[in-house]
């Protein structure tokens, strides 16, 4: 097998079994990105030589019997993070050249563990968007193609570079975050998994903030396990993240493949909402027939307040960034547009260096946050949120596990959505409510639908309980025997 | 007597709140590791996290909480279990992150008094409002060159306390007791140096004026007053200005205002209407602050005695004037020394000494307590002298002023200057005679019934036994004789 089409978790037993080297495996990821990544963009830096720098050093650890879960393991970077020494941008024109001096807690988790990063993966602008076409370093091309056709695909978003990188073959794994869905959805979109953990699971330290009570790391992978090494790895409290939340990391892997007899998966009736794609529907049942086949019981659940999570989410995460952005004002580091006073300065600035929509949700949380607005939005958003909290508490009483379809279509082409903000934001659907209880969720892919895309279920479950997603994520990959891969990738580009 | 201010309408009265900021006294800022301590090279005590870094997070310093506590305890104060950091947003360049952290809805202290004496021993009760924490601003230099601005951040998320007044002051005298009383009191808990001068203790002055019953009118504010004695003139130039604007059929606005000593006037900075929308919100960032009343307790028993409690004591325990006693409780150092000079000594001798010629000797030497050329145990010993009846009290004046020279013991004083005092009453007795002889005219007015020459014939007796007699002594010898 090509080694641009392993798992992690095969990988790693080659590189034991020294069945290939660090620099070899790597190598074939850096030549894939030199090959694919001019057209699909799913990289804004990639760091070849660095890449196989550490691929050396792998092999040499691997040599001394040293390795670690991740040792040579090739893996891309969300933009998001901060990487010592490499240039981090949020794919925005005002951190265009920002070379952080730090790492991030999660990637110095992964450095940590002997992966190697093979580069930054481009991203919607500060991670405001579902489709990746909101970067300054332009959108990304998603690698699946409907059938018969070659019109360019939306990857999804935020994190679409990671999630068509890792489709493609250009990384085995990648970091995104997820505010609102900006890990599950673009890993819909490409027929991978995605998880984002519980919040405060994984640190935020490092990590470029938008939405700060919802930014969540997680791994994107091309399977279930791969997702558990991965977030092995990232997850854990730090001291230097008030929210990260001390509690134990389990063996993430010990999941896989558990026994789902007698767990009660739970259906929420709200996700049958008007606008659900017929091929989304089928999959949904699909995915309840094969958990029932597998042991599960399946239970019908409300979650009442669904129908106000986009609308609150749209409250909460433009109030948090319009003040988390706020320190992009060409003063101490990022570009800087020259004013005749201070004001003017600042003006320019951020006219320059922030694109639509990031300017258009500072511009709602501004608002939003406003003397006299504070009460009818701000406020009232967060006792909307606590009653999503308490829908999913309550329904976590009756079942294990939530089970619904991660986003309402398949990806869609570039340009499609993009003239309505109101319009792309339905995508968020159903995984912002998940974001807005800070519960775990993840996606898996479970087939392709009319057109040849990708169809992905969301699984939503208690906090901290990653395990039980992980192991009914599997249950659900294992069923689905999802083998197919996108059009565009590595390996059928040679 | 309510003070009152006379307009060209009749008298008004003043209305007053402080909003005393005292910068925390801690290792480190509020929310970073970084250098807290006053000085440095400019940008040499900043943190990634002060400076505002892509993906920099706030963690809140122990320390910091633990002073603000100690802070509202000292404020007999409400201490508030569970509090909360809000973010007060605005741009400005020398904040880093474009917002302050602060505790707007929930401080972490709600309320308390502080007493105050004024000169004519009036007692008032000043209420506070509420204390709460947040983040200093850097500082923004702009007379370093003729274009640009500088920016020094080394300030920049240092730990302040707010300290929010009620509307309780009603003259300057009070509003200059009420910062002084709380600077001792920041000072006895070791929670802030009080140092106006350094900044780390600066005051926004609220002012406004009223007709004898009325409701509160407009109150203008004025920010970032340095000292103690402009804020007392801060308040009545306002205050006049008001009294000028009512009577002249205008109406105060509310507004900022800055205080300009040097023409002694204030300046409006800036309206209501331009004031900021400062978009208070939870931050994120944060979890709210929840302390265990445990811990609060442990602090609790960890205060020093306060001002006012020490105060209290020494009139009970010494038997001294209450006025001497808020005299030697005005610092902690001075208090300690009084009570090293006076434990087991004559505390109201020991209370005039410190007070009288140690604080006469300090002043003219510029000198403090902590660095007094005479230190308690030195003093004691001389106090021991007079009590044993060593030298008396005019003797002690002459061995005093040698040891703030020389540093010598009063006892070496005694011994190398031979001032022993005299009790030998043959002596006294031989001296006594010698002068009644020479003085044979004033003997016979005192016979007649004279009786204030008393008092010459022991100055007589004393002058010609070069002061050493013991004055007891002399009294004695000569009643008997006259």
């Not at chain 1, 660095?50 to 040499?60: C, I, N, V």
């Not at chain 1, 997680?218 to 008030?242: H, K, N, T, W, Y």
Request: hydrophobic fraction near 40%; aromatic fraction near 8%; include cysteine.
């Amino acid at each position: 097998m090509s080694l641009t089409e392993l798992t992690i978790a095969d990988a790693a037993q080659g590189l034991r079994a020294r069945k290939f080297s660090a620099v070899e495996l790597v190598r074939a990821h850096t030549d894939a990105i030199d090959a694919l990544n001019p057209r699909l963009n799913a990289y804004i830096t990639p760091t070849k030589d660095a890449a196989l720098k550490a691929a050396q050093q792998a092999d040499e650890a691997l040599a001394k019997g040293e390795a670690r879960s991740l040792t040579g393991i090739p893996l891309g970077i969300k933009d998001l993070f901060c990487t010592n020494g490499v240039r981090t941008t949020a794919a925005s024109n005002i951190l265009r050249n920002f070379v952080p001096p730090y790492e991030s807690t999660v990637t110095a988790n992964l450095l940590r563990d002997g992966a190697v990063f093979v580069g930054k993966t481009n991203l919607d602008e500060f991670a405001m968007g579902s489709a990746n076409i909101t970067s300054a370093f332009g959108p990304v091309e998603n690698p699946w193609k409907r059938n018969g056709d070659d019109v360019a695909l939306v990857p999804g978003g935020s994190s679409g570079g990671s999630a068509a990188a890792v489709a493609a073959g250009l990384a085995m794994g990648a970091t995104g975050t997820d505010t609102g869905g900006s890990i599950r959805q673009p890993a819909a979109y490409c027929g991978i998994v995605g998880l984002k953990p519980t919040y405060g699971r994984c640190s935020r330290f490092g990590t470029i903030a938008y939405a700060s009570s919802l930014d969540q790391a997680g791994p994107m992978a091309r399977s279930v396990r791969d997702c558990a090494i991965m977030l092995q790895s990232m997850a854990g409290f730090d001291e230097r993240d008030s929210t990260s939340v001390n509690c134990d990391v389990p063996d993430y892997s010990a999941a896989i493949g558990r026994s789902l007899k007698g767990l009660k998966v739970g259906i929420p009736a709200e996700y049958r909402a008007e606008g659900l794609s017929a091929e989304i529907a089928a999959a949904w049942q699909q995915g309840i027939d094969w958990l029932k086949a597998a042991g599960c019981e399946i239970v019908d659940v409300s979650l009442p307040h669904t129908k106000y999570g986009l609308a609150t989410y749209y409250i909460v995460a433009p109030a948090e960034c319009s003040s988390n952005l706020a320190r992009y004002d060409g003063l101490r580091f990022g570009e800087r547009v020259p004013g005749d006073t201070l004001d003017a300065m600042y003006e320019a600035t951020r006219r320059a260096g922030f694109g639509p929509e990031v300017r258009r949700r500072i511009m709602m949380g501004t608002y939003v946050l406003s003397a006299g607005y504070y009460d009818a939005y701000y406020l009232k958003a967060q006792k909307v949120r606590t009653l999503i909290r308490r829908d999913f508490t309550e329904a976590f009483q009756k079942v294990d596990v939530l089970l619904t379809p991660t986003a309402p279509t398949p990806a869609f082409a570039q340009g499609e959505q993009s003239d309505d903000p109101v319009q792309m934001y339905l995508n968020d659907i159903f995984t912002v409510p998940a974001s807005m209880a800070g519960m775990p969720a993840m996606s898996v892919p479970v087939g392709l639908g009319a057109t040849g895309l990708p169809l992905g279920l969301q699984l939503i479950g208690r906090p901290f309980d990653e395990e039980t997603l992980l192991a009914t994520g599997s249950a659900l990959e294992q069923a689905a025997g999802f083998t197919h891969r996108p059009a565009i990738r590595a390996e059928a580009a040679k | 007597m309510t003070y009152t201010i006379e307009g060209k309408t009749g008298a008004w009265e003043i209305v007053v709140g402080l909003e005393v900021h005292a910068q925390v006294i801690s290792h480190s800022k509020l929310f970073s590791g970084a250098s807290a301590s006053y000085g440095g090279e400019p940008n040499t005590h900043v943190s990634l996290v002060d400076a505002g870094f892509p993906g920099m997070l706030p963690v809140l310093n122990q320390e910091c909480v633990a002073q603000a506590i100690r802070t509202g305890l000292g404020l007999r104060a409400r201490i508030n279990l569970e509090s909360r950091f809000d973010r007060k947003n605005y741009f400005y360049a020398d904040l880093p992150t474009g917002y302050q952290i602060s505790q707007f809805t929930h401080p972490i202290v709600g309320e308390g008094t502080v007493e105050i004496e004024l000169s004519d021993g009036t007692v008032r009760h000043i209420g506070i409002t509420r204390l709460h924490m947040e983040q200093d601003a850097g500082k923004s230099l702009h007379d370093q060159d003729p274009a640009r601005s500088f920016i020094d951040l080394n300030r920049a998320g240092v730990a302040l306390m707010e300290i929010v007044s009620e509307p309780d002051i009603r003259c300057p005298e009070e509003a200059g007791a009420y910062l002084r009383k709380l600077r001792q009191i920041l000072r006895y808990l070791g929670t802030c140096d009080g140092n106006m001068e350094e900044g780390s203790m600066r005051a926004d002055v609220n002012v406004s004026v009223r007709k004898a019953g009325e409701p509160f009118r407009t109150r203008c504010e004025i920010k970032n007053v340095n000292s103690i004695r402009y804020v007392m003139h801060a308040i009545e130039v306002e205050a006049t200005r008001q009294i000028e604007v009512w009577e002249d059929g205008g109406e105060v606005d509310q507004e900022t205002r800055l205080f300009d000593p040097a023409r002694n006037e204030t300046r409006s900075l800036r309206s209501k209407e331009d004031a900021h929308d400062y978009r208070y919100f939870p931050d994120p960032d944060l979890l709210p602050l929840v302390v265990e009343q445990a811990w609060v307790d442990e602090l609790e028993r960890g205060l020093p005695e306060l001002p006012d409690d020490k105060r209290d004591r020494f009139v009970k325990e010494y038997g001294i004037p209450r006025y001497d006693a808020s005299v030697l409780v005005a610092e902690q150092a001075i208090a300690d020394y009084y009570e090293e000079v006076a434990k087991g000594r004559d505390a109201r001798l020991a209370a005039n000494w410190v007070t009288g010629d140690l604080f006469g000797a300090l002043n003219r030497t510029g000198r403090t307590i902590a660095d007094s050329p005479i230190s308690a145990a030195a003093l004691g010993g001389m106090l021991d002298l007079v009590s044993d009846k060593t030298i008396n009290g005019k003797i002690a004046k002459e061995v005093f002023e040698d040891m703030l020279e020389t540093g010598d013991s009063a006892a070496a004083i005694v011994d190398r200057k031979g001032l022993k005092q005299v009790t030998d009453t043959g002596a006294i007795d031989a001296a006594v005679a010698d002068v009644m002889a020479r003085n044979a005219d004033k003997v016979e007015e005192y016979r007649g019934g004279k009786d204030r020459l008393f008092g010459f014939f022991v100055g007589q007796v004393m002058k010609a036994m070069a002061g050493k007699a013991n004055p007891a002594m002399v009294n004695e010898a000569l009643k008997k004789v006259l």
